[in-house]
């Protein structure tokens, strides 16, 4: 019998990255409180019968023995029961008689425990915050997202806080052992002819909802879409099953814009924002957060992301000042229809610009004159290097260099291998690539490569201080490192590629539309 001999891949020749000594992971015991509703009115009914049909003691003993057994597990516990005992109301008779207590325990057969990071933990992002008055002199506090999933593989948005002191050690602030999810407010305001424009890109648009629109002021409310909705629905004007059909769709699109608000006594760690509407019910994928400083000196913390249903797609923006109040909204327009879109943290030339992927394969760039319109984009890069041949995509929003934009990118190769690669881009043009190191900055280890995922290393976002480009990243999507740069070696690195392998100039410099896909 021949002897089989077998291979290993050859780690690449200087990788740049360092990896500190920090490993971040699920911790499963975290759990959120969700409505758990039984299927038909029927079995919610019975359920309330027999609930009903205990004596006061019973209940009362009950209701104590759940709350000592799951108080320490939420901080407003009695607040969630009693939240999820209003959506059964309506099916509880002679309801003025049940007492407080009776209302609890009928809340605790329709809520269940969610574990947000049972399954995955992963793919983080970075941005810099205002430091807080005990923060040490030359430090950078910073807010880091995570995407986390769990039963039933639907992400949400977790957060860790912290700081990087002067020598760039970096410390992270107590995690807390629960987590809540924040109040939703489904009464935006809404731009009428962007919404307008929106149902065009989804084929929604037509006599119905011109009419309903028609009626509409330039900016509208939620509660001002119902009752022109009420109004619409006795008009005999149209067939009820278009009617109806076209309701539906703007009810969906105005769904998936919301406004949500968590608690001032929740620290960062207890925060996550959970799929709300229609839209994101399966997940909200890869938020990459940007510290974005307007023309006047504004900062507001931008994030795009990607809301699945389990079928389609819808990309996302997520809009906060100060990480409790937060805005979701949809991007309209014909190329906000892929993945992996990467906000630049200012204006360009009085635009807005943003990194995405257009075909699935190739990184593209575009600008727009509004920020949640965009309507053009033109190719910036094919995959060029053998760790990339498969895919590429951004690793979150450029980081403002006096070289350049510099851009962390990550590529698919062999064996569906997810590696880190770094470029830098002009800064008066970033349609043009100054140059691109030729190898990967970081690949899975062998203590990464293991996970749900497996040989994927997988950044949304980073920052600079001190000189060092500091990298959170996710390995196997299953936990979370930090990688660090010194940005002087990069840029040497840069240079000396620059000299030796120059990037080919195939970039246009003109817009131009790119299929969706």
Not at 467 to 492: F, H, N, W
């Amino acid at each position: 019998m021949d002897e089989i001999k077998t291979a290993t891949r050859p780690a690449p020749a200087n990788p740049l990255a360092r990896r500190k000594p920090i490993v971040m992971k699920a911790k499963i015991g975290r759990v959120i409180t969700r409505p758990y509703l039984p299927s038909g009115e029927q079995r919610i009914r019975n359920v309330i019968r027999r609930v009903l049909s205990l004596d006061e003691q019973q209940a009362g003993a009950i209701l104590e023995n759940l709350l000592n057994e799951f108080s320490h597990r939420h901080r407003y516990l009695r607040a969630s029961l009693e939240r999820n005992f209003k959506l059964v109301a309506g099916y509880v008779p002679d309801i003025d008689q049940v007492s407080k207590q009776r209302r609890l325990l009928i809340g605790t057969y329709f809520t269940a425990e969610y574990s947000v990071e049972a399954a995955a933990f992963f793919n983080p992002s970075m941005v810099q915050v205002a430091n807080q008055e005990t923060d040490p002199e030359g430090s950078c506090r910073f807010v880091m997202s995570f995407r986390a999933t769990g039963e039933g593989h639907i992400s949400s948005i977790e957060f860790r806080s912290g700081i990087i002191d002067s020598n760039n050690d970096i410390y992270f602030d107590a995690l807390s052992d629960y987590i809540d999810t924040p109040e939703i407010h489904p009464n935006p305001g809404y731009d009428r002819h962007l919404f307008q424009l929106k149902l065009q890109e989804m084929g929604a648009s037509n006599a119905v909802t011109h009419q309903l629109l028609k009626r509409l002021p330039d900016n509208f409310t939620f509660n001002d879409l119902q009752a022109k909705i009420a109004k619409l629905q006795s008009n005999g004007q149209f067939r009820p099953q278009e009617k109806t059909a076209a309701i539906d769709l703007a009810m969906w699109l105005a769904r998936s814009n919301y406004q949500i608000l968590f608690r001032k006594d929740h620290p960062i760690s207890e925060r996550v924002i959970f799929p709300v509407s229609e839209s994101e019910r399966k997940g909200i994928e890869d938020a990459r957060f940007v510290r974005f400083v307007d023309d006047d000196g504004t900062v507001t913390y931008y994030a795009t992301y990607t809301a699945y249903n389990g079928e389609t797609i819808l990309p996302q923006l997520i809009e906060t000042c100060d990480f409790l109040t937060f805005k979701i909204i949809t991007l309209n327009g014909a190329q906000v229809q892929g993945k992996g879109m990467a906000l630049f943290p200012r204006k360009i030339r009085d635009k807005y610009v943003m990194l995405s992927r257009q075909d699935g394969e190739n990184n593209a760039i575009m600008f727009s004159d509004n920020l949640h319109f965009w309507q053009q984009a033109q190719l910036l890069q094919e995959p060029e290097f053998p760790y990339e041949f498969i895919q590429m995509g951004n690793g979150g929003s450029p980081i403002e260099t006096p070289e350049g934009w510099l851009v962390i990118t990550h590529g698919v190769g062999p064996m569906r291998t997810y590696s880190l690669g770094i470029e830098l881009l002009d800064l008066e043009d970033p349609t043009r690539v100054i140059n691109r190191i030729d190898e990967p900055i970081l690949v899975p280890n062998a203590h990464e490569r293991e996970g749900y995922v497996p040989n994927v290393v997988y950044s949304c976002g980073a920052l600079i201080h001190q000189d060092e480009l500091i990298i959170p990243y996710a390995s196997g999507d299953q936990r979370c490192g930090i990688a660090t740069l010194r940005v002087p070696e990069v840029m040497a690195r840069l240079a000396s590629n620059n000299a030796t392998n120059p990037v080919p100039t195939t970039t246009p410099t003109t817009p131009r539309g790119l299929p969706v896909g």
